[in-house]
């Protein structure tokens, strides 16, 4: 769940995130708030930092593959050199 779903789920319930025995101050358990936010933020940089590699993958293997199927398609009679028909 990312901190603004988290937010948003918080503000919709109508419990602040603020004040005594709050949501936020549920899900921290014994750690302070701030580490508690820190560690979600982290967590959401980590999880965009692994979107965009995978998009630039997507990308790039859809860029290449008219490359890799021609390529392919060059040297497939020769790797069925010497096999036998089935």
């Known amino acids: 769940?990312?901190?603004?779903?988290?937010?948003?789920?918080?503000?919709?319930?109508?419990?602040?995130?603020r004040g005594e025995n709050s949501s936020l101050d549920l899900l921290a358990g014994s750690r302070s708030k701030s580490?508690?936010?820190?560690?979600?933020?982290?967590?959401?940089?980590l999880q965009i930092e692994e979107e965009k590699l995978k998009n630039l993958m997507v990308e790039g293997y859809q860029n290449t593959k008219?490359?890799?199927?021609a390529f392919a398609q060059e040297f497939e009679p020769i790797d069925l050199e010497g096999w036998n028909e089935y």
Do not use: N, P, Q, V
């Open 66 to 69: 008219t490359e890799s199927l």
């Open 35 to 45: 580490s508690f936010i820190a560690e979600c933020l982290e967590r959401r940089i």
């Open 1 to 17: 769940m990312t901190i603004w779903r988290f937010w948003r789920r918080i503000r919709w319930r109508g419990k602040s995130w």
